[in-house]
Structure formats: C-alpha cells, structure tokens
C-alpha cells in the first residue's frame, strides 16, 4: 500500500521569510502524480501545486514550488515571501492509477 | 458561488438520530467523492460516483450510505452513529474519474455525535 508522511505536524514562519514543508512518499509504481493542497481554517481545501512523475522539471505556481526527488521519492514544498494569506493547513497526496492518499497535513502557521 | 456546496456546516445529532449530509457541485463534474477528515488522521476516502454509479466503497460502516441521485447532488445519509464518528466530512468532485484531475472540495460539515 502506499504512504504519504508528512514528518511536520506544524511549521512557523514570519511574513516575507521562505519556508519548506516535508513530505515523503513510499511506491513501487512509476508512473504517479504528487500533489499539494492547502485547507485554510474553516474554509475550502483547494490544489497549490501538482507534478507529473514523469516529469524532471520541478513544478513551479507563483511563489509556490516543489523539489520533487523521484529516487529519494520526496516531494517538498517550498513558500517563498510568505504572506499571512498562506497560513493553513497543507496537504501532501499521491496519486497513482487509481489511489489518492493523503499525508497527515501539516499546520503553517504564519507571523507577521 | 462556490462550486462544491456543503450542508450544513455543523451537524450534532445523538447516536439514535437519522440525518443526511448534502453535496452539491455546480461544476460539471463526472465524479463524487466523500472524504472523511478526522484530526491527526489522513483524509479516508468513503465513496466514490462517477456519472452517478457508485464505484468504490472502502469498507465503510453501514451506518453511512450514500446516493447520488444525478451527477450534481451528492448524499450521505447518517443513522445510528458512534461518538468516533465524529469528524469533518468533505465532498469533492472532478471532472472524470480518475487520480491525475484536480479535485475541487467543499467547505465541509461538521459532525459531533454525542
């Protein structure tokens, strides 16, 4: 079965400054997608970045980018000018033929 | 608007009530989906629709059923639960069934059994 661990279950970081949130992932498959998705408190879960594993490019949204290491099979995201709006809770998933599974989640918490 | 609808919000019902939790998505969306999201736990994935048909149900107690009566409105009905089920439930659509789509979720609803 696959696993998705988020070893952070909560990270802090001030306006502006960059942060880098964990997630590691065990499968024998090759072909997958990974996926981050943030859930704001009391408000709608929603997609912040996904990579093909096909892929060697790293995936990149505005000041959201990942450091996808296939053979390592990790899979971190990293928050650049963090702003107050990012505070949430953020979700690794990895998604195979026909499986999504979800880490833990964990908590960024954001100061200004 | 939103494009997954979820109601209500919260939900406290005692273990011998019957109560349903709604979905609705204005998106277009082949495929449902329930999630349950309980704290510390990863999101467990109930039920899976696409185009109406239930295709997956992971081994969830029979005191949750779903129906999915057209592509846009998702159920779960509730009966007899148990204070462990407590937990945040999430609905979620895509546009076909299948892992590589983005998954749109709704705000959620709230469910304490006491």
């Known amino acids: 079965a696959q696993t998705v661990t988020q070893s952070q279950p909560e990270m802090s970081v001030q306006e502006a400054e960059t942060v880098t949130l964990s997630c590691t992932y065990d499968?024998?498959?090759?072909?997958?997608?990974l996926f981050w998705y943030k859930q704001p408190p009391s408000r709608q879960m929603i997609l912040v970045i996904r990579?093909?594993?096909?892929?060697?490019q790293n995936a990149t949204e505005n000041r959201f980018s990942v450091n996808f290491q296939k053979a390592a099979k990790s899979f971190s995201l990293k928050i650049s000018d963090s702003q107050l709006g990012d505070a949430a809770m953020y979700f690794c998933a990895w998604a195979g033929y026909s499986t999504l599974t979800f880490g833990k989640g964990t908590m960024l918490l954001v100061s200004p | 608007e939103t494009g997954v609808t979820q109601t209500p919000r919260h939900l406290v019902m005692g273990m011998t009530n019957k109560k349903s939790l709604k979905c609705e998505q204005h998106?277009?969306?082949?495929?449902m989906y329930w999630y349950k999201q309980s704290a510390k736990k990863p999101l467990e994935l109930m039920f899976v629709y696409s185009l109406e048909e239930r295709v997956e149900n992971n081994s969830v107690p029979s005191r949750f059923s779903p129906e999915c009566p057209n592509s846009s409105h998702l159920f779960l009905h509730l009966h007899t639960l148990q204070p462990e089920d407590s937990a945040l439930y999430l609905c979620a659509s895509s546009q076909d069934l299948g892992v590589a789509g983005e998954l749109f979720f709704g705000e959620g609803s709230r469910l304490t059994v006491l």
């Open positions: 499968t024998s498959e090759s072909d997958y997608y």
């Open positions: 990579q093909e594993a096909y892929k060697q």
């Open positions: 998106l277009g969306h082949n495929a």
